[in-house]
């Protein structure tokens, strides 16, 4: 069974797929990380965020791989675990210039086809239900209000030391939300046949419970 998970940034996607896999013991696969990966790819090696054909020689000289361990989901690039490294401000703030980038989404998109192939796996990003697994079993769009999205990031900064004012962070929110639905090439959007979740009011455990419950009327 493959489950696509969409929707804007700090909607929850993340942390809902991640507790969705672990509960019905399907791999987990979180898009987002990997176009975080090719930013912070470009950044080690000084190259425009936009530039796109020295992007893609990175990308071919460099690989972008999951390791699943106790404590969750680990990415790597080559053999450095940039986890943490991917989730700065800095690479907040310009990934969607990254993936944009049609020929980076086109590599990606493949890449991230080929870990869906005969497994069960929960999915999460922002074309995963319209462009990477159009034929999903199930399809979630979580959605949220700018200013709880903004108040979650605020607080998930706070945790890892940084301390940006909310206003900036909706600001930023809004600037992310207007990029990722007017780009070109796979713009945020929700698919025709998935289920919208406003997880704006609700606890982690009321989206998971909400989730599972659409999961299991697709069995």
């Known amino acids: 069974m493959q489950i696509a998970i969409d929707g804007p940034a700090s909607a929850g996607k993340s942390t809902i797929a991640k507790l969705i896999a672990k509960k019905l013991n399907f791999v987990y696969c979180d898009t987002g990380a990997m176009y975080r990966t090719v930013t912070l790819l470009a950044k080690?090696?000084?190259?425009?965020?936009g530039d796109t054909l020295n992007i893609l020689k990175l990308m071919s000289e460099h690989k972008i791989h999951f390791l699943n361990q106790a404590d969750g989901q680990h990415v790597l690039l080559d053999d450095e675990d940039v986890s943490d490294a991917i989730r700065t401000e800095e690479i907040t703030n310009n990934v969607s210039q990254v993936?944009?980038?049609k020929e980076v989404r086109t590599e990606l998109v493949e890449m991230q086809r080929d870990l869906a192939n005969d497994v069960d796996i929960v999915m999460d990003g922002r074309d995963i239900g319209t462009t990477v697994l159009p034929n999903a079993e199930v399809k979630i769009f979580l959605i949220a209000s700018v200013e709880v999205r903004a108040q979650r990031r605020f607080k998930e900064n706070i945790?890892?030391?940084?301390?940006?004012?909310?206003k900036e962070l909706q600001d930023e929110i809004a600037a992310r939300d207007y990029k990722d639905?007017?780009?070109?090439?796979?713009?945020?959007?929700?698919?025709?046949d998935a289920i919208e979740v406003d997880t704006s009011d609700m606890t982690i455990e009321q989206v998971v419970d909400r989730v599972t419950e659409i999961v299991n009327e697709h069995k």
């Open 99 to 101: 993936s944009a980038i």
């Open 181 to 192: 639905s007017h780009r070109e090439i796979s713009p945020l959007k929700k698919a025709n």
């Open 44 to 49: 080690k090696h000084n190259v425009g965020y």
């Open 159 to 166: 945790e890892r030391g940084i301390n940006t004012p909310l």
